[in-house]
């Protein structure tokens, strides 16, 4: 398994950007599929968005178009850039890792980071 942080959140105005940053620690990061989740109070974790070790890419469809993950295998590090941010897109954003992409992109991801906040103001 890896070990993921999370850092990048903040607050921002309705409209602005924020890029996530996940920085994994252990062997073979490249070998993992990548994935981002959020949580908002009282709701269910969703999918955001996953990077497999190819660099195929995913998107919930609440993001697609305002979101892009990407990935630097010689840093370790998975990035979600968020542009065009809504109110509705206040939550706590997680970091998963697996080697599985289809295990990360159901919820079953093996490895979870600790999660930072983002909070849109409309």
């Known amino acids: 398994q890896v070990q993921l942080v999370e850092s990048g959140g903040g607050l921002v105005q309705a409209g602005g950007s924020l890029r996530l940053s996940c920085a994994a620690s252990g062997r073979s990061f490249s070998s993992y599929a990548m994935g981002w989740f959020r949580q908002a109070p009282g709701k269910e974790r969703e999918f955001v968005a996953a990077i497999g070790w190819s660099g195929t890419t995913a998107y919930a469809d609440s993001v697609k178009g305002r979101a892009t993950i990407s990935r630097d295998n010689a840093r370790n590090t998975v990035y979600l850039q968020m542009n065009s941010l809504k109110p509705e897109d206040t939550a706590a954003y997680y970091c998963?890792?697996?080697?599985?992409?289809?295990?990360?992109?159901?919820?079953?991801?093996?490895?979870w980071g600790q999660g930072t906040q983002v909070t849109v103001s409309s």
């Open positions: 998963n890792a697996d080697l599985s992409m289809s295990q990360l992109t159901s919820g079953r991801g093996a490895s």
